[in-house]
């Protein structure tokens, strides 16, 4: 199957979407990007793009961020996304990768007066963890960038550097996944998900000023567990040995989706196993991505006509 992306303002076959070496974005980090999920229904024939419009406007953000002059609105990404899922095809779960960088071709690092560009790629994806039955945690010793380093809020090509030390430094010690501190000591986030606990029958997850990103999924996942599934949430600082002593813990993120922490350190989570909120969380949020429960389809634009 033919693969396209839209580059420099075309749609085009995938391996005409060449950059030079020359590129600052390269060289600097200078880059931003978002990860979307297109979901495919099988009963429906359908495909499903989940909450595009709240990803391309935190895309847009971080290209503030970036002092990037995108001459878009979030409706002509989504768009521009739509016309390349038609054109592709899909019929399966699809990932979806907008990115925009300095391309201009100089040396300064800096940000003004160097020109952007955007482009935008599709393809097949599955789990992103791929650990279904619950993933083992560490506690990181590379914190997690803080609004005067990398701002966490935006998703910056450079900040990545940070998230794959952790991730490397956690599988070469044999965990799953790495869980960053933030400058304070607290708990912020995982590589490339957001961290949820809930001890005592309450939820709880860092605070959007724990240098953490802004992650879809996090408000999804608050959405779902006080409206669908009653359970209170707070949004505010998380020691550590909040974390060990949890009864339940699971990260979330439009790649991890929904995973259950088994493990942090050498702490069991509640029994050591996937806990059972967590477990019902994530059939429901299984359920919503894929345009299946109808209080919730607002959030899911069907591909095909
Ligand atoms: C550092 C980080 N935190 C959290 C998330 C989860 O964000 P979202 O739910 O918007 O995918 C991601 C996702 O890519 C991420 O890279």
């Not at 609105?73 to 521009?80: A, G, M, R, S």
């Not at 960053?180 to 961290?195: P, R, T």
């Not at 809930?198 to 997850?205: P, S």
């Not at 967590?278 to 109808?294: I, N």
């Amino acid at each position: 199957m033919t693969q396209y992306a839209y580059f420099r303002g075309r749609v085009v076959p995938i391996d005409e979407a060449n950059i030079s070496v020359r590129t600052q974005a390269i060289h600097y980090g200078t880059s931003c990007f978002g990860a979307l999920r297109g979901y495919w229904n099988e009963d429906q024939e359908q495909l499903y793009v989940f909450r595009p419009h709240d990803h391309y406007r935190r895309f847009l953000d971080s290209a503030k961020l970036l002092m990037m002059t995108l001459p878009f609105h979030p409706d002509d990404l989504v768009e521009v996304t739509r016309i390349l899922l038609q054109k592709e095809g899909w019929r399966e779960d699809v990932y979806i990768r907008p990115l925009a960088y300095k391309s201009g071709e100089v040396i300064p690092c800096q940000l003004h007066d160097v020109e952007d560009e955007f482009a935008l790629f599709s393809l097949p994806y599955g789990s992103y963890l791929n650990k279904d039955k619950g993933a083992r945690l560490m506690i990181s010793s590379w914190c997690r960038l803080g609004d005067n380093t990398i701002p966490p809020r935006g998703k910056i090509g450079g900040a990545y550097a940070s998230s794959a030390l952790a991730k490397s430094d956690a599988l070469l010690k044999g965990f799953d996944e790495a869980l960053l501190l933030d400058g304070e000591g607290h708990v912020a986030e995982g590589s490339a998900e957001n961290v949820f606990i809930l001890r005592q029958g309450i939820a709880v997850t860092p605070s959007v000023s724990s240098s953490i990103l802004e992650g879809i999924t996090r408000r999804t996942v608050i959405e779902l567990l006080t409206r669908a599934l009653g359970i209170p949430v707070q949004e505010r600082a998380v020691d550590r040995t909040e974390i060990y002593l949890a009864d339940e813990a699971f990260l979330c993120g439009t790649g991890a989706q929904i995973v259950p922490v088994t493990s942090v350190d050498s702490y069991d989570i509640g029994s050591g196993t996937a806990g059972a909120i967590t477990m019902k969380l994530r059939d429901l949020y299984s359920d919503v991505v894929r345009g299946a429960v109808t209080e919730y389809t607002s959030w899911c634009l069907p591909i095909y006509a």
